[in-house]
């Protein structure tokens, strides 16, 4: 079975600063994988996908995540925090049947002034 | 273009009623899949449907049930409400099938059971 875990509930930066979003999958066959983004009180939003083509993907608002099938992770990164980034993250994996999207316990995002 | 639409967006229940909960998905998608959120967890899967068929269905008691109407809007109905059933229930649509691609979510409908 498809899984992926987040490292870290919880990660505060400095505005400025470099954010770092861990997530390793488990996948017995090449994975879809997602980074969608909930700000309060909504719904999830897509920031970026990888569906095979290349390992760096970049999304939206700045952030964007490497592929490494040898490490088996897909970390989320940005150069440079907003206070607008603050919000919960999270990694997301199609399953094999490709009828569902199986979600991390997603990593809360704060930044400080 | 509208985007998913569920409602209600919050409702209030007690112990062993029923809900029934609503949602739209963007014109032109055919695929509907309902999730869970319990607070400070990620989404869990509960339905998917397609063409008005159920293509996929999450690990959730024979409490939870869902349909999908000709005009490919769905309801996720639950029975007999426990405690545990307190969460926020996302609807999301895509276009296609299998899910490689996007899924749009709605805001969700935040049901408290008391």
């Known amino acids: 079975a498809q899984s992926v875990t987040q490292l870290g509930s919880h990660v505060s930066v400095s505005e400025g600063a470099l954010v770092l979003l861990r997530c390793n999958y488990s996948?017995?066959?090449?994975?879809?994988l997602f980074w969608y983004v909930q700000y309060p009180n909504q719904g999830l939003q897509l920031l970026l996908k990888?569906?095979?083509?290349?390992?760096l993907v970049k999304g939206i608002n700045g952030f964007e995540a490497e592929f490494k099938k040898s490490e088996t992770s897909f970390h989320l990164t940005k150069p440079s925090a907003h206070m607008s980034d603050a919000a919960e993250y999270f990694c997301?994996?199609?399953?094999?049947?490709?009828?569902?999207?199986?979600f991390g316990a997603g990593t809360r995002l704060f930044v400080k002034a | 273009d509208a985007g998913v639409t569920q409602s209600p967006t919050h409702l209030i229940k007690t112990r062993g009623q029923h809900v029934t909960l609503r949602c739209s998905p963007i014109?032109?998608?055919?695929?509907v899949s309902w999730y869970q959120q319990v607070l400070g967890q990620g989404p869990q899967f509960i339905f998917q449907y397609y063409e008005k068929e159920e293509r996929g269905r999450g690990n959730f008691p024979d409490r939870f049930s869902a349909r999908q109407f000709p005009n490919y809007s769905s309801e996720l109905n639950v029975n007999a409400l426990l405690l545990g059933d307190s969460a926020l229930y996302l609807c999301?649509?895509?276009?296609?099938?299998?899910?490689?691609?996007?899924?749009?979510f709605g805001e969700g409908s935040r049901l408290t059971v008391l």
């Open positions: 014109s032109g998608h055919k695929s």
């Open positions: 997301a994996v199609s399953d094999t049947g490709g009828f569902k999207t199986i």
């Open positions: 996948s017995s066959v090449p994975p879809y």
């Open positions: 990888y569906t095979s083509a290349a390992t």
């Open positions: 999301a649509s895509s276009l296609a099938l299998q899910n490689t691609g996007e899924l749009f």
